[in-house]
């Protein structure tokens, strides 16, 4: 059996095993796509002491890190089911069976899509979903961010000290996000907020260049020009395969404590699947370190 297998290889996933393996015990690594994430993003600016990368550059790094060490990686295979016998037991899609003392969940999270016309199409070149990340890119421009609970108006308040002007588009007659954040959305010149509309398409021809939306009101179609769009209505946990296993939020993350460690004694979880607030590669990366130091603590006691 492993000593710790870490379900998930992106930033911590990679983080986690490396930080096992250099206990010296036997590791290993499943991941349905090796980099996670990552693999899915352009320029990164915020992975502090590289001033620039990109995604797949990251990613290449990261194996390459991963592999000086004795750890299986087993890629392109999905979890599908844990339990814990006399060791955890880690069923994958394909029916194998892996055996583990102890466990690290770092299935990472999904960016919910909006479904329209253009996204696809035009991410990373315009479409984005991260505005700690990109907003940047946006300076002095003109955006849109579609979603009005508390994540599309943090990243409207955030934006509007960035760009020149920012739409906030909300499905609903009324803005769900908390009053302070509202308040303070509402404080700002350079903002928008259109309710009661709906997103029809991103438009664009390379880039973006502007958005198609639905009034609900009067059911007419209306056009704005801009050159970017943050879609802000939700990040959704890869948590469903452990559902009734683990203790999860309502919204589908798994609870951890200090030490990363769940409701189940050595099954530990870290990254963006987690209850933790904020979903970044430096922070995905500290706490799967901090889950493998919390799962080396496990083994020695146990
Ligand atoms: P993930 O990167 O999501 O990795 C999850 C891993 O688990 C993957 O290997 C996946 O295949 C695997 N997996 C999922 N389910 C299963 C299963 N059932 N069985 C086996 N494996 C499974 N952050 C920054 O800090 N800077 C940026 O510039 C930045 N830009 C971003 C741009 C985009 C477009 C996106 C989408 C995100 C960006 N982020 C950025 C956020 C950052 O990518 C995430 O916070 C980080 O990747 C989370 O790492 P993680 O290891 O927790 O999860």
């Not at 990164?44 to 990109?54: L, R």
């Not at 991103?202 to 056009?223: A, F, L, P, Q």
Request: hydrophobic share 40%.
């Amino acid at each position: 059996p492993y000593d710790v297998l870490v379900v998930g290889g992106g930033p911590a996933g990679s983080s986690a095993a490396i930080y096992a393996a250099r206990k010296g015990i036997r590791t290993g690594i499943v991941a349905e796509r090796f980099g996670g994430q990552v693999l899915d993003t352009m320029s990164i600016e915020n992975f502090i002491s590289i001033k620039q990368t990109e995604g797949p550059k990251l990613v290449a790094s990261l194996e390459e890190h991963v592999k000086e060490y004795n750890i299986d990686v087993m890629n392109l295979q999905r979890a599908k089911g844990i339990e814990k016998k006399d060791l955890f037991e880690l069923e994958l899609e394909n029916g194998a069976i892996l055996k583990s003392k102890s466990v690290i969940v770092s299935t990472g999270a999904r960016w919910r899509n909006v479904g329209v016309p253009g996204e696809q199409e035009f991410k990373n070149k315009g479409v984005a979903y991260c505005p700690h990340c990109d907003g940047p890119l946006f300076e002095g421009k003109d955006v849109a961010v579609i979603g009005g609970g508390n994540s599309g108006i943090e990243a409207a308040i955030d934006l509007a000290g960035i760009v020149k002007h920012v739409t906030v588009l909300e499905f609903n007659p009324e803005l769900k996000a908390d009053d302070v954040l509202q308040k303070r959305l509402y404080s700002l010149p350079n903002v928008t907020v259109l309710k009661n509309v709906q997103t029809k398409e991103i438009t664009g021809t390379d880039t973006v260049n502007g958005i198609s939306y639905i009034d609900r009101d009067t059911e007419e179609v209306k056009h704005i020009e801009l050159q970017g769009v943050f879609v802000q209505i939700g990040l959704v946990p890869n948590t469903d395969w452990l559902e009734g296993i683990v203790e999860r939020n309502r919204i589908g993350e798994i609870i951890v404590d200090k030490h990363n460690g769940t409701t189940i004694p050595g099954l530990f979880a870290a990254g963006d699947c987690t209850d933790n607030p904020y979903n970044q590669i430096i922070i995905s990366m500290g706490s799967g370190a901090n889950a493998a130091l919390g799962a080396f603590d496990y083994l020695i006691r146990n």
